[in-house]
């Protein structure tokens, strides 16, 4: 047997090795456990009734439901491990019985052209001292995105109409020049770039104790929270004096990140804070929902529809109490002011 024979041998059982490795730790991973423990570790026994939660119920919606949907979003997250977005974190499964949480801080921008030579000296000394000073890892992107004055302008032409000493003329003028400011916005293609540094944490199952599932998923968000927001606030002291102060994102600012990422076109000229001013007339989102979230949509309107027909039936008697009330004080006054003429009579005529 030749040596090119041999070489071959060792490297397909070489690769047949690193495919059965990764089928292996592929078949080994686990997702977090959400066993109901105590604080030290012993897992607790729950009755839960949940006969009641809808989200436990049956679906029946004729062919196909909004789970069926394919290449959805929601499929891509779940392909990501994206569990959920609350709190102003995403939150994926590790696979090893574990969770990551991702928080975005936006990172303030400035000129270096504007600064001398020794300012931007410190400026990338303090740059060093935060990247030594890391301990999780961390990951920095940039997005550009267009410059958006539109809330500042509506603000200065909601307040023109109202300036003391201004007269129509004024009014009208103040008007158009804020018409044309933008229309110009809208038509000129003016971005800046934002920066966005990811902090992880991983919360582990030892970390986080609870009675059950519900309070255990409640303590891992705040444990997640808590390590995060310690890391954005160590890392903003040492930024802000290199002028790159952080910002943490919250959940509103996330999600219009998340959405001018995946619509990078229609994000320019569809801003998400007027999506969601429209979707509030609304009484579902027009986005793919999974069923039990309608589900539970209806059960909650139900409760508020009922907490709101009890309130006006208490208001009503509270207002029914209240006439009857004023209608004897009344009665009481007439009567009072009735004796007093009667005896101003009686004097009179002994007079």
Do not use: C
């Amino acid at each position: 047997m030749s040596k090119i024979n041999i070489i071959f041998i060792l490297l397909g059982l070489g690769a047949l090795g690193v495919v059965g490795l990764i089928a292996y730790r592929h078949h080994q991973k686990k997702n977090f456990d959400l066993t109901p423990r105590d604080r030290s570790g012993n897992q607790l026994e729950t009755d839960e009734d949940i006969q009641n939660d809808p989200s436990q119920a049956e679906v029946y919606e004729g062919d196909f439901g909004f789970t069926e949907w394919e290449d959805s979003f929601e499929s891509l997250f779940q392909e990501y491990g994206l569990v959920d977005i609350r709190n102003g974190m995403l939150e994926f499964e590790t696979g090893e019985n574990s969770r990551l949480f991702v928080m975005l801080a936006e990172m303030k921008q400035a000129n270096p052209y504007l600064k001398t030579h020794s300012e931007l000296n410190q400026a990338s000394i303090f740059m060093e001292v935060f990247l030594n000073m890391l301990k999780s890892p961390l990951k920095m992107t940039a997005q550009n995105q267009k410059v958006e004055l539109t809330d500042f302008l509506n603000e200065l032409q909601e307040q023109s109409q109202y300036m003391k000493g201004s007269n129509d003329a004024m009014k009208e003028y103040a008007r158009n020049v804020l018409d044309n400011t933008k229309d110009y916005q809208k038509e000129a293609d003016r971005f800046e770039n934002r920066v966005y540094a990811q902090f992880m944490a991983i919360v582990e199952p030892d970390e986080v104790y609870g009675d059950t599932t519900e309070i255990l998923e409640q303590r891992i968000q705040e444990k997640a929270l808590d390590k995060l927001l310690r890391q954005i606030v160590r890392a903003n002291d040492v930024l802000m004096r290199a002028d790159h102060g952080l910002v943490a994102l919250d959940q509103y600012g996330l999600v219009e990140v998340l959405h001018n990422t995946f619509h990078r076109e229609s994000s320019i000229k569809v801003r998400f804070e007027d999506i969601i001013k429209r979707q509030r007339v609304g009484l579902f989102t027009t986005a793919k929902q999974p069923d039990k979230l309608f589900k539970e949509v209806k059960e909650r309107i139900e409760i508020e529809n009922k907490l709101l027909a009890h309130a006006r039936d208490a208001m009503w008697l509270q207002k029914q109490i209240d006439l009857a009330d004023k209608l004897v004080q009344n009665q009481e006054i007439s009567k009072t002011t009735q004796n007093s003429e009667d005896t101003l009579s009686e004097l009179a005529n002994l007079d």
